[in-house]
């Protein structure tokens, strides 16, 4: 495969990213993978894929949101990363890489979302009614409920989802939402602006799955709660064919399991295509 290390405009620092390309060419068309929270394009689910994807003949792009890792610096020592992100941020810098890539002569990707990646995912293929399938790799349900709902799992606040709710909103409401919170089930750190932007701004992908149109394949591991990664629902309500399926002996991340996903991935598009052709 080919490698390129792409730079992708944003209206403040660019997005950095990695375009794979089958030396064959893409027959099969593109990927678009956007990561999980506080993750990034070079580990975890976007760096496992891209290179399994690319040999079965698409092209990949994978690449950070402003909103990757943890906390960054980046030209300067004014600090960014996933502590910082916001949500009309993130979906902006989703329709940034699309747009990349269709300038690459791919207006049709295929759309694969991890976690937040995938809640993402959701608003940016009903904004992108061209996306030719979306792959929702444990999607979290988002929604302004959701802090609350993985506080009570043992994630974000935990059992103090109370009080640095408040906290947050008492820091924003005073021109300090930049200011940093420690909390005790993520990764530990996030700026009081971000903790009240998801608190009220985080889409919901229940309510838009009657406008996604597209085909979805939607994986949840067998270790996670439904709850949070609602895949049967969301099947339920999607606008268009959608499946779901529960990956065995798997965890939130995918770990070792990736070479499974892209099989299912397969067999999925394999099923879907087929199917348009026969009603064509």
């Given amino acids: ?28 068309g593109a990927v678009l993978i956007m ?15 891209a290179p399994l994807l690319t040999w079965l003949g ?12 943890v906390l960054v610096t980046l030209t300067g020592r004014e600090p960014a990363g996933g502590a910082y992100q916001r949500v009309h941020e993130a979906i902006a810098d989703n329709h940034h890489a699309a747009a990349w890539l269709a300038a690459r002569g791919f207006p049709r990707p295929i759309v694969i979302g991890h976690s937040n990646g995938g809640m993402l995912a959701v608003p940016h293929v009903v904004a992108h ?14 929604g302004r409920d959701l802090f609350r709902m993985i506080s009570e799992a043992g994630l974000m606040a935990a059992d ?12 924003v409401a005073h021109g300090r939402g930049h200011e940093l919170m420690l909390v005790p089930g993520w990764w530990y750190l996030i700026s009081a602006e971000s ?5 009220d701004r985080c ?19 067998d270790k996670e709660a439904a709850p949070i990664y609602p895949a049967e629902d969301f099947c339920k309500r999607a606008g268009g064919l959608a499946e ?15 070479p499974t996903v892209v099989e299912l991935m397969r067999d999925w598009l394999a099923r879907v295509e087929s199917r348009h052709a026969s009603v064509a």
């Fill in 244 to 258: 779901f399926s529960i990956v065995p002996d798997c965890d939130h991340f995918y770990t070792g399991r990736e």
């Fill in 58 to 69: 698409y092209a990949c792009l994978a690449y950070n949101r402003r909103g990757h890792d």
């Fill in 160 to 171: 103090r989802f109370e009080e640095i709710s408040a906290r947050a909103r008492e820091l």
């Fill in 1 to 28: 495969m080919n490698l390129e290390l792409v730079s992708i405009a944003t209206d403040s620092y660019p997005l950095d990213g990695i375009f794979y390309e089958p030396e064959g060419g893409a027959n099969r």
């Fill in 203 to 221: 889409p919901d992908i229940l309510e838009f799955a009657p406008q996604v149109r597209c085909p979805v394949l939607y994986l949840r591991g």
């Fill in 195 to 199: 903790f009240v932007d998801y608190l």
């Fill in 35 to 49: 990561h999980g929270n506080c993750k990034n394009f070079y580990t975890g689910v976007s760096r496992a894929l």
């Fill in 129 to 142: 009614p061209q996306t030719r399938a979306l792959l929702l790799l444990s999607a979290h349900r988002g």
